[in-house]
Every structure is written in C-alpha cells, then in structure tokens.
C-alpha cells in the first residue's frame, strides 16, 4: 500500500488513524462481542418459550401505536414469569448493546473526524 505523504500533517493523519484503529480492535471489539454473544444467547432462550411468529403476527393487526404498546404489556405481565424474565431480560441485553456499540462508534468516529482535517 504505497501511500503518497506530502507533509508532515498527512503523516501524523495516517499514523494516528491506524492508532485509533488498531485501539478500537483490542479494546472496544472484544465487548462488543461478548455482549453480542449474551444477546444472542438471550433471544435463543426467548425463542424456546416465546412463539416469536405469532406474537408478530397478532402485533401487526394493532389499529394504532397505542394499542400495539398496549398489546406488548399485557402480553409481557399476561406471560409465565420464567418468560417474562428472559424477554425483559432480552430487551435489556438488547438496550445496553445498542447503547455500547453507538457510544464505541461515536467515540471511534469522533477521532477520526478531528485526525482526518
């Protein structure tokens, strides 16, 4: 990879990018990982108590936004309480990846908007 350097700015750019790049891979990825690993884990025990088809099937039927969250309450409070707990458990999983994976993102992103000038 022959890479044309013009000064000393583009140097420091490159150098500094590949840093933040290979900080990411051993530092952010591994959690990442294992928090995507426990999620899918999570949605595997859900599937063994939850018929995931007709739950979908019966929310596409809601008339409006109200009654479909009316419709995920009472079917999460109406469940066995070993159900209840894997699906919130789920969701919760499911929250703190996405939450996790933006904020490594955003992070890894702002570096390289303020490297890459």
Do not use: C
Not at 23 to 30: A, D, I, K, Q, Y
């Amino acid at each position: 990879m022959a890479v044309k350097i013009r000064n000393y700015f583009d140097l420091k750019d490159r150098v500094m990018q590949q840093v933040y790049s290979i900080w990411f891979m051993r530092r952010m990825l591994p959690l990442v990982l294992v928090e995507a690993v426990f999620l899918g884990v999570a949605v595997r025990l859900a599937d063994l108590y939850v018929s995931f088809g007709n739950v979908l099937g019966n929310f596409t039927d809601m008339p409006n936004i109200f009654a479909a969250g009316k419709f995920v309450l009472r079917a999460v409070l109406d469940t066995e309480f070993a159900t209840g707990v894997v699906v919130l458990g789920g969701v919760a999983l499911g929250m703190l990846f996405l939450r996790h994976t933006l904020r490594s993102t955003q992070f890894l992103l702002r570096r390289f908007s303020i490297v890459s000038r």
